[in-house]
């Protein structure tokens, strides 16, 4: 078989695992489960797990696919036959989220060109989003158009297409969140706002703030889902593993603060300091937030922006969850790029219809309250997500050991600094915060408490 291909780059690599980590996670939902969970003890707690338990699951997939060089399947198979069933599982997950994924990525085009071709007025309408989302042609159109870019880009390949989007798009996005925060913290009020979010609240803080950090840690960090499994595989062997991990997540943790620091005071300042104005969930975005701009002077524009950055955002992520299918499928039928590429995007878009519809004509299918979108969304962070983290730490800390993963850290003569708490994370420690959140997500699910 031909040579697999690389980062060209470490900073390459560092951009483009960091692409996939920052996305819809870290700007809305981050802030709002940071105001909803205590402020300041929220971040405090989240940036523990972050430099812990995230730390070494993302050591331990980047290694897995660096040594292995396959993506998700092949790699756990080739170190132990019994475990092909756990690649299949951490396939399952970016197979689920690519099409939905693709739908919000095509929300965010419309909200983008709509600021830029007509302003603020109608997108800060109260019927606006329902209303868009509940029109066929036009939620189907911006989500074959997403999915369309993000074909093309992986298309084009690893160093050509994903690591040459990835050295753009983020600088740029870093540039331009903080070019709105900065505006935003000079609006008034805002001060409060910025108070509120960094103040601890105890009283806001139980087990559920941990529970929440933590499936909010492993979504925005990509993890368990094969995807660092696969760009691992394209990683070169002298570059440093654990030097870039601490890259990735402080990347991934930095934007997710600056997101705070941009949609919780402006939210805050509109509300007056109502605090359930940030609980609104999803709607925060689509709904809240244009509000907001449309107060703002220069909203329009500091609207356009905010919208352009989150698009460079979904963007870069759901190219890392494409390249994950596309990779699949090449090693294990042996396709080439184009040929995967082309029927990857045709299952994803039939796969994703359903959850683009689910808000129109298909709006009767429901459960529980949860759309079909929220389905999807469910399956896959709450279930399928800690099952494949669970498993993939206790193949790593009993079946393979941390020696396997420690001694592909160390290639190269790079010393494995934190060598130690890795081995007790994956091995003690986040087994049994695993088992904690899956135990957590099937009562939220049976409604027995609500996340
Ligand atoms: N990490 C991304 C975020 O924070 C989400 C994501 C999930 C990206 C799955 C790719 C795959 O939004």
Redesign the pocket.
């Known amino acids: 078989m031909k040579k697999r291909s690389n980062f060209s780059s470490r900073l390459g690599f560092v951009l483009a695992a960091a692409g996939?980590?920052?996305?819809?996670?870290?700007i809305w939902?981050f802030p709002y489960l940071a105001a909803k969970y205590g402020g300041g003890t929220f971040l405090l707690i989240y940036i523990i797990l972050v430099v812990t338990f995230g730390f070494s699951l993302m050591i331990a997939e980047i290694a897995l696919g660096r040594k292995t060089g396959l993506s998700a399947i092949g790699a756990f198979k080739s170190l132990d036959k019994r475990f092909g069933f756990l690649g299949i599982l951490a396939s399952a997950v970016?197979i689920i989220?690519f099409p939905y994924?693709s739908v919000i990525g095509g929300w965010v085009m419309k909200y983008g060109t709509e600021f830029a071709i007509h302003g603020v007025k109608a997108a800060s309408t109260d019927t606006y989003f329902s209303n868009f989302i509940a029109d066929t042609p036009q939620a189907l159109g911006f989500f074959l158009l997403f999915m369309g870019f993000t074909a093309v880009i992986v298309g084009f390949g690893v160093e050509k297409g994903i690591e040459k989007v990835s050295k753009f798009m983020m600088p740029v996005l870093v540039i331009l969140t903080i070019i709105i925060a900065v505006y935003v913290l000079t609006i008034p009020g805002a001060m409060d706002g910025l108070k509120y979010y960094f103040t601890p609240h105890m009283s806001d803080v139980s087990a559920k703030t941990i529970l929440a950090a933590m499936g909010q840690m492993f979504?925005?960090?990509?993890l368990a889902?094969g995807?660092m499994i696969t760009y691992g595989s394209y990683m070169k062997k002298d570059n440093p593993l654990e030097a870039s991990v601490r890259q990735i997540e402080w990347f991934d943790t930095g934007i997710a603060l600056l997101a705070g620091l941009m949609i919780v005071p402006a939210v805050y300042a509109f509300s007056g300091g109502d605090e359930s104005a940030m609980g609104a969930g999803p709607g925060l975005m689509f709904i809240t937030l244009p509000k907001v701009f449309a107060t703002m002077h220069a909203g329009r524009f500091v609207g356009f922006l905010f919208f352009l950055m989150v698009f460079f955002?979904a963007l870069t992520?759901?190219i890392?969850?494409m390249e994950t299918i596309v990779s699949i499928f090449r090693d294990k039928f042996g396709w080439n790029r184009t040929k995967a590429c082309v029927i990857v995007t045709v299952i994803s878009l039939a796969l994703g219809v359903p959850s683009c519809l689910g808000f129109g004509i298909l709006g009767f299918i429901t459960a529980g309250g949860m759309s079909i979108l929220d389905m999807m969304d469910f399956a896959s962070n709450s279930v399928l997500m800690p099952i494949v983290a669970l498993v993939t730490s206790v193949f790593i800390g009993f079946i393979i050991t941390p020696k396997e993963i420690i001694n592909e850290v160390e290639l190269g003569g790079h010393v494995f600094k934190s060598k130690k708490l890795f081995t007790i994370m994956i091995k003690y420690i986040a087994p049994v915060f695993l088992i904690l959140i899956l135990l957590s997500s099937v009562a939220s699910a049976l409604g027995i408490f609500k996340i």
């Open positions: 996939s980590a920052v996305g819809l996670g870290n939902r970016p989220i994924y979504y925005s960090m990509s889902m995807i955002a992520s759901a890392s969850l």
